[in-house]
T-cell receptor
Framework: GAGVSQSPRYKVAKRGQDVALRCDPI?????LFWYQQALGQGPEFLTY????????KSGLPSDRFFAERPEGSVSTLKIQRTQQEDSAVYLC?????????????FGPGTRLTVL | DAKTTQPPSMDCAEGRAANLPCNHS???????VYWYRQIHSQGPQYIIH???NNETNEMASLIITEDRKSSTLILPHATLRDTAVYYC????????????FGPGTRLSVLP
């Protein structure tokens, strides 16, 4: 079956532009996570959804970052007025449910480069 | 901050077992040990996880010490395709718990 997909795979933006990154989780997965991965580092948590509810956004680095999942499936991460420090790979992960023995399935990521 | 400590890099000869160590001395009773790996330009891939018993699946074996303060991921017959960054993560299976990744171990499998 299909895994987690993300689009676009690569995005180049000029400083100050707004960008929108899309995540299609595995069908039926309740939980959805966004991570940011800088070059040479491990992924860092940004935000978490259970269905359409955003239950944790403690990792979002500034109010320029906004995420939504209006129908509890596809999610969009939006970054307003992009800065060079926003350049990173943005990873989306989904899991079937929360509780015991739940692995997260990661998408391939979107590589954002801000010039 | 990550709750685990891993060596930054390791080499392994193709066909030999790769043993990747991880220290998690502050692990709590309800925290599991998870292993993921990330091949270049891909998202992290789940390998295995365990609580206190040793675990084995088609990819690897996980050996957890009795005091649970450290563990070892074993790839029994490493291939060139196992070259990747390997992340050891401790995580409680609580509601909405995200993974906290450290820098991981960069494993290079050499021909």
């Amino acid at each position: 079956g299909a895994g987690v997909s993300q689009s676009p795979r690569y995005k180049v933006a000029k400083r100050g532009q707004d960008v929108a990154l899309r995540c299609d989780p595995i069908s039926g997965h309740v939980s959805l996570f966004w991570y940011q991965q800088a070059l040479g580092q491990g992924p860092e948590f940004l935000t978490y959804f259970q269905n359409e509810a955003q239950l944790d956004k403690s990792g979002l680095p500034s109010d320029r970052f906004f995420a939504e999942r209006p129908e509890g499936s596809v999610s969009t991460l939006k970054i307003q007025r992009t800065q060079q420090e926003d350049s990173a790979v943005y990873l989306c992960a989904s899991s079937l449910r929360e509780g015991l023995n739940n692995e997260q399935f990661f998408g391939p990521g979107t590589r954002l480069t801000v010039l | 901050d990550a709750k685990t400590t891993q060596p930054p890099s390791m080499d392994c000869a193709e066909g030999r077992a790769a043993n990747l160590p991880c220290n998690h001395s502050t692990i709590s009773g309800n925290e599991y040990v998870y292993w993921y790996r990330q091949i270049h330009s891909q998202g992290p891939q789940y390998i295995i996880h365990g609580l206190k018993n040793n675990e084995t699946n088609e990819m690897a074996s996980l050996i957890i010490t009795e005091d649970r303060k450290s563990s070892t991921l074993i790839l029994p017959h490493a291939t060139l395709r196992d070259t990747a960054v390997y992340y050891c993560i401790v995580r409680a299976d609580n509601y909405g718990q995200n993974f906290v990744f450290g820098p991981g171990t960069r494993l290079s499998v050499l021909p």
